[in-house]
């Protein structure tokens, strides 16, 4: 800035000059004014440079380098914000500031590394997700995609999901069982980074595991192993998967959508990425993987190919014009299915655990069911009389008295039984227990029990109305009405049926 401003000098303004370096004219007349020692002086002097605001947290960032150098600084910037919220300056700065300090902490903790060799009896994927940024065909602008990489350890043999959207739990599952079904079955053991789809939570190597995952892990028996913190080499072949497959496929191409985009990249893996030497093991992956397959765990996966499905409010799936139950859990569900020529099998989704078979049925438009899928009337009313009785503990009634209620509200309500007991637990508390045993004895005279008439014959009994001669054709009881003393609502109160 200097020379330009000193070469400049003669010939034009001090205005102009600031114009064409787009500088203040306070910055031109300094220079203007400023002779070559003096400058030189400047220029080199340390104590030109300011204080850097990373100043405030060097002791914390000591810190974690010590412990982490290899510590990426995107993430070491997050947690300095963490701690130091009045930090503002962005990453690019942030590199800068931590070049020295890269270098001091570089040998600090020294790692020796030895050779791994995995043999195929051990049956081990290395997973780890990656992003990038790629153009569909006619779009203008760049959209991300979003991929998990499943490597063996043995064979180098990989599958690949994709989707346009971060992963969740639920989508990382997902993943996993296409990567079995692609595979044809499940290794022994996943290794996996500390992503909070896998892990909440480890420390001095207690691994507090995502609970959803695990339980999927455990259905499917397969151990998971999580490496420690910021240490991508103990997974150093899915590492470099994620670099292949960005520079050798998704680096290189163009697609139209998302399913463009999978339709390719299972032809990129069945003809290229699989098919090709190794330079590691100077192998194809699919040649090597044949030894390793015998290995896997293929108890669940051993069908050919899953399809997801909804079920609707009957908890039926449609199948080639024909519909099929699932078990009632599952209504307004997906559900996973797979078919052979014979049998339809249903998988959860979650945790892949077959939860239905079925015989195909070659005709059209034909209803399939399984008893078992549904509750059964007897089981609906065990739940309603179950829920009855407890609302009736509540309110301290014998329980003889309640059974033989609801024995008889059966007997007179036989069509609607049900919604009579749901009725009757909704009677339960709101009268006192002495209202209902001074109708007891009368309740089994009736000639039909309703609710509409233990209502009738409770608020007669909780207004003091003694007197009722007759029933009218519905079986509801006639009563008379009189004026209440004060006497009546006395009594109501001793009764328990009347705050004081």
């Not at 069908?303 to 908890?315: E, G, H, L, W, Y």
Request: hydrophobic share 35%; glycine share 4%.
């Amino acid at each position: 800035m200097y020379n330009k401003i000193k070469n400049l000098q003669e010939n034009t303004s001090v205005r102009k000059t600031a114009e064409l370096l787009s500088v203040s004219p306070g910055t031109v007349q300094k220079y203007f004014q400023m002779d070559l020692k003096e400058a030189s002086a400047r220029l080199s002097s340390p104590t030109r440079n300011r204080k850097s605001q990373f100043e405030v947290a060097i002791s914390f960032i000591e810190e974690i380098l010590s412990a982490h150098p290899q510590i990426p600084a995107v993430v070491l910037l997050r947690k300095v914000k963490e701690r130091y919220p009045l930090i503002y300056g962005k990453v690019r700065a942030f590199r800068d500031f931590l070049k020295p300090y890269r270098e001091k902490f570089k040998d600090a903790k020294p790692r020796y590394f030895h050779p791994v060799k995995t043999c195929k009896e051990d049956s081990q994927v290395q997973v780890d997700m990656g992003e990038i940024r790629t153009e569909y065909s006619g779009f203008v602008f760049n959209i991300k995609i979003y991929f998990i990489v499943f490597v063996f350890s043995y064979s180098r043999k990989m599958y690949v999901s994709y989707q346009e959207r971060p992963y969740k739990t639920e989508d990382f599952i997902k993943a996993h069982l296409e990567a079995f079904r692609y595979f044809g079955g499940v290794a022994k053991e996943y290794v996996y980074d500390q992503t909070k789809l896998v892990v909440i939570n480890e420390k001095y190597r207690e691994v507090l595991y995502n609970e959803k995952f695990h339980k999927f892990a455990l259905t499917n028996q397969f151990k998971p192993i999580v490496c420690e913190g910021y240490d991508p080499q103990s997974k150093g072949k899915v590492e470099r998967a994620i670099g292949y497959v960005k520079s050798s496929f998704l680096g290189c191409e163009y697609f139209d959508d998302i399913e463009d985009l999978r339709k390719n990249g299972l032809e990129w893996l069945n003809e290229i990425a699989n098919c090709r030497i190794h330079s590691t093991t100077g192998r194809s992956p699919d040649e090597m993987f044949e030894e390793e397959k015998p290995f896997l765990n293929r108890e669940l996966y051993l069908q050919n190919s899953f399809v997801q499905v909804r079920a609707d409010k009957t908890n039926l799936i449609s199948y080639k014009s024909n519909k099929y139950s699932v078990p009632y859990v599952y209504q307004g569900k997906k559900v996973a299915i797979s078919a052979d020529n014979c049998k339809l099998y249903c998988h959860d989704i979650v945790t892949g655990k077959q939860i239905a078979v079925h015989d195909i049925n070659h005709d059209n438009y034909q209803i399939i069911t399984d008893a078992s899928h549904y509750i059964s009337p007897e089981e609906k009313m065990a739940k309603v009389e179950q829920k009855v009785k407890e609302a009736f503990a509540d309110n301290l009634i014998d329980t003889s008295f309640v059974a033989n209620l609801i024995d008889r509200i059966k007997r007179d309500n036989h069509n609607y039984a049900r919604h009579q007991l749901l009725g009757l637990a909704k009677l339960s508390h709101k009268y006192p227990p002495g209202c209902w045993q001074e109708i007891e004895k009368t309740i089994f005279e009736l000639p039909k029990v309703k609710i509409s008439v233990l209502t009738r014959l409770l608020d007669i009994s909780f207004n003091d109305i003694d007197v009722f001669l007759e029933f009218d054709d519905d079986c509801h009881p006639i009563s008379s009405s009189l004026d209440r003393p004060l006497e009546v609502y006395m009594k109501k109160i001793k009764r328990g049926g009347i705050n004081a």
